[in-house]
């Protein structure tokens, strides 16, 4: 009772205030600032208000991001004009920052990337946590993989296909991209089946880039590993002008962009882009050159009381060019190249959006947006071989199986082949938004339409490039195309929890692929994303006179990627078996006849790849300092890789040695040659979903306050990830050696095979140092890699079962290890082979720096890559390794008038 008396008593003494914040210069109020005095606190709402409950007469004391410290003296009703930190304004960030929200993601501004000085897109993902700077690399296609560590192997590229690129809520197609050569060369590559070339996106006219690593919204679908939302820059007045020199690489760049209207707003930004690489002057192999140009347009105006219309449209133009490789000092043959290689990419895209935007804050209805794309590609790759045999070749050229006479080309020759690629690709989406409540609502449809109209591979088949090809001439106009319809609904809604604040996502996304006929089990099959996230905010606290807010959220969902063009209607392939073999001396009598047989590696069970994440994570924010850290898994089981499967060929083996040559007029006639029936197994390659990748890691970021002596900011960012990849299928090989002049019979069965493990973990520490009265930007990394491993798993040496020669399945026992001809399908691996390899740390200095001139119209920058490397040599089974780095550098010009 005394105790209650006493509080009674207490409240009784305090006295109610109350006051408001405003800027000094703009008199707008400012929101979420501190207002102290000694023990008691309070924080201004949105329109600058604060309540204070107090018995002091005390000076308050109140502070808030931007602004300068205000102390003053405490009066009811009162207004506090707080004064900008010009310094703070002032700040550029230089580095990617976290999105404190739902999913672990990072956004990464303009500032940032100009600072980077990046080439294309692909440089400025160093900013990501796990991720470390590397020197322009632009001789061959540069492929996204993130949250993983060591590089991809083939087999495993899902991981790339499965990130998808937007720009402006346009998604970047290449299901479509059929741009291989079926004979190989060491002049050019292909690029099929890995997801978008990050050398095609150039980064100038980037507004923000938003890197979603964890569980996206069911709004963004076709995808497993990632999603990175480019925004492009909208109006503005300046005219723009970007130089760049490296040491392998050339870049030029200018945009203008024109702003005018009131309420009615309009906008045009046009631009163009040109980089030439080279990654080694001396190698004319490794050349890339890239046009950009843009034209955007938009405009904003009132539809009534009620409505806001929003309209954008643009149209862009991205080209990359191979100039005819051929190196004189290598490939010349008789005064002329051995062989040459070409290749042209040029992509057309129109694109618009609309938005309806209700005015009214209460208004249940809030938006409906269409956002729409039409992007055509003109994808050529001209080859030319001159082609030297040692002896006069048999080939066949049938297009239907069955037996044929071989034809014979000459010891030399020349070839051509064309790839003739046209990849069309049309997207659409609409989504509608609602809000009631706590409660805010969004569904929407989506579809896709992909087609290659390509005239395919060209060539003369009497003189193909190799003579072991095993392609004929293909039409991709013939190739059926893909459609994609998705339909998803998602909720989002925030309520208070006493003193903390629950924000949930919860959504569903169903898609399905139509276009292929029903013998497909993925026609028209629906696939089923269940995605959701929490998001739990702890009550706001007064640390040393600054508002600490932080946060813990967790989520899990499912992605899904669908199979491209090339693995859902794969080539046919064409190859033969020699049945005779009568080569006399006498021309007119010679005869060769083969079996020609074709295989269509269609898998028709072929499924989309699923990924399941989940992850975990919190995040803080106090006084300029930010924090975040994150634990993630993600499991995809069914990965897109190539298999094999076999068929059972019968062919017939002529008896040559029975053809009496002194009664041949003619060459010798099938009919009555002796043969016997040989059964042989065939393998064949074909898209399969036998691959699984198993990602695990934490990540984190710690950002610090400005520190005002000397004005800097340190950034430490970092992760570890464990990645393992794993082949989900059974395994069929077929052992090399020969028995009785014949391949061997037996193909063995593999449970488990293919597996690999990679982990590093590396912590990168950023020190930025601006003086905004000097223009000055200093940024010194330290980009500290504390170990990365690897290690081969191989678990069975043994076959669990084989297949004979007539495909027919059996037990691999005991009893069958004991054969000596079925003990050869038993595997050796090295144990060297499967021991875990350990690399110690390692560490790279990297140096950005930037100058202001002539009131910020021009800015002068240069970079420095491992300007310093701290590499102690290691050993590895008694192997002393010897590491070094040598250093990269460049410098630009940048003009904004």
Not at 297 to 317: I, K, M, P, Q
Not at 580 to 590: D, G, I, Q, S, V
Not at 643 to 655: A, P, R, T, V, W
Not at 684 to 694: C, E, K, P, V
Request: hydrophobic share 35%; glycine share 8%; charged share 20%.
């Amino acid at each position: 009772m005394l105790a209650f008396l006493l509080c009674c008593m207490s409240a009784a003494g305090q006295e109610v205030f109350s006051g408001v914040v405003k800027d000094a210069s703009t008199g707008e109020p400012v929101p979420g600032a501190a207002v102290t005095q000694g023990k008691n606190w309070a924080l201004t709402d949105s329109l600058g208000v604060f309540v204070l409950k107090t018995r002091e007469k005390t000076p308050l004391t109140i502070t808030s991001m931007g602004y300068k410290p205000l102390r003053a003296a405490l009066v009811n009703g009162g207004t506090y004009r707080l004064r900008q930190d010009i310094l703070s304004l002032q700040e550029v960030v230089v580095t990617a920052q976290e999105n404190h929200g739902l999913t672990s993601s990072s956004k990464i501004g303009a500032d940032a990337i100009a600072h980077i000085q990046p080439s294309s897109i692909a440089d400025i993902l160093e900013l990501l946590p796990g991720g470390s700077s590397s020197n322009p690399a632009l001789g061959s296609p540069q492929i996204v993989n993130l949250r993983a560590a060591g590089s991809l192997p083939s087999d495993y590229v899902t991981s790339a296909l499965g990130t998808q690129f937007s720009i402006d809520g346009k998604p970047l197609g290449n299901n479509a991209n059929l741009q291989y050569t079926p004979a190989w060369s060491n002049l050019g590559s292909n690029y099929v089946n890995l997801g978008t070339d990050m050398r095609t996106i150039g980064t100038e006219d980037i507004e923000t880039v938003d890197v979603v690593r964890g569980i996206a919204s069911v709004e963004h679908g076709d995808l497993t590993s990632g999603l990175i939302q480019i925004k492009r820059i909208k109006g503005g007045n300046d005219l723009r002008a970007r130089f760049k020199s490296d040491m392998t690489s050339k870049l030029v760049y200018a945009g203008k962009g024109w702003e005018w209207g009131g309420k009615e707003r309009r906008t045009l930004n046009a631009s163009v882009n040109f980089l030439d690489s080279r990654s080694d002057p001396r190698n004319v192999r490794q050349n890339y050159k890239r046009l950009t140009g843009s034209l955007r347009g938009g405009r904003t105006w009132a539809g009534g009381e009620r409505f806001v219309h929003t309209l954008n449209g643009s149209f862009d133009y991205t080209g990359s060019f191979d100039d005819r490789k051929s190196d004189q000092d290598i490939d010349e043959v008789d005064g002329r190249p051995a062989e040459t290689y070409r290749s042209s990419y040029n992509r057309f895209q129109l694109g618009a959006d609309y938005t309806l935007q209700a005015k009214e804050n209460d208004s249940f209805f809030r938006t409906f947006s269409v956002n729409a794309s039409l992007s055509y590609e003109r994808d050529l790759i001209d080859r030319w071989k001159n082609v030297i045999l040692s002896s006069e070749t048999p080939i066949s050229v049938s297009r239907e199986p069955g037996e044929f006479d071989a034809i014979i080309v000459p010891t030399r020759y020349e070839a051509t082949l064309q790839v003739d690629g046209r990849p069309l690709y049309a997207f659409v989406n609409a989504i509608a938004r609602f809000q009631k409540g706590i409660h805010r609502i969004k569904a929407g449809v989506e579809w896709n339409f992909d087609k290659n109209l390509g005239q395919g591979t060209l060539f003369d088949v009497t003189r193909p490039l190799s003579t072991t090809m095993s392609s004929r001439p293909r039409a991709y106009y013939d190739i059926p195309a893909d459609n994609q319809l998705a339909l998803f609904a998602e909720e989002n809604l925030r309520f208070p929890l006493g003193p903390f604040a629950l924000e949930a996502m919860a959504g569903l996304r169903m898609s399905m692929l139509l276009g292929a006929d029903k013998t497909y089990a993925i026609q028209a099959k629906p696939y089923l994303d269940p995605r959701a996230n929490l998001r739990l905010e702890m009550p706001q606290a007064l640390l040393w006179g600054y508002k600490l807010e932080s946060g813990l959220y967790g989520g899990v969902g499912v992605h899904s990627k669908f199979p491209t063009m090339e693995m859902l209607y794969p080539d046919t392939l064409y190859s033969d078996k020699l049945q005779m073999n009568y080569w006399p001396n006498e021309r007119e009598l010679r005869r060769i006849n083969m079996l020609v047989y074709t295989i269509n590696p269609v898998n028709r069970s072929l499924g989309a790849a699923r990924n399941v994440k989940w992850e975990i994570g919190a995040d803080a924010s106090w006084n300029g300092w930010t924090a975040s850290v994150d634990y993630f898994v993600e499991d995809m089981t069914s990965g897109f890789r190539g298999g094999s499967e076999y068929i059972q060929l019968i062919s017939k083996d002529y008896n040559e040695q029975a053809i009496d040559k002194a009664t041949l007029t003619g060459p010798p006639s099938l009919e009555t040659t002796p043969y016997v029936l040989d059964t042989t197994l065939v393998s064949y390659g074909l898209s399969t979903n036998g691959s699984r990748t198993l990602k695990k890691g934490i990540e984190y970021t710690l950002a610090t306050g400005r520190i005002p002596v000397i004005n800097t900011r340190l950034t430490v960012n970092g992760a570890w990830f464990l990645t393992q990849y794993m082949n989900s299928q059974p395994e069929y090989q077929r052992p090399s050696s020969v028995i009785n002049g014949k391949p061997y019979p037996y193909i063995g069965i593999y449970e488990k095979n293919d597996s690999y493990l990679y982990e590093s973990f590396n912590t990168n520490f950023l020190f930025d140092t601006q003086v905004p009265r000097l223009g000055l930007i200093f940024s010194t990394s330290f980009q500290c890699t504390w170990f990365t491993g690897q290690q081969t798993m191989v678990d069975d040496s043994r076959p669990v079962a084989y297949l004979d020669k007539n495909l027919e399945r059996h037990p691999y026992t005991d009893e069958s290890d004991a054969d000596g001809i079925l003990h050869q399908m038993v595997r050796e691996f090295s144990s060297a082979l499967l021991d875990y390899r350990r690399i110690p740390f390692l560490m790279n200095v990297n140096l950005k720096a930037t100058k202001k001139l002539f009131k910020d119209r021009a800015t002068v920058s240069l970079f420095v890559n491992r300007l310093f490397t701290l590499a102690p040599d290691y050993e590895v089974n008694g192997v002393v390794k010897r590491r070094s780095g040598t250093p990269y550098f460049g410098m630009e010009l940048m003009l904004n008038l």
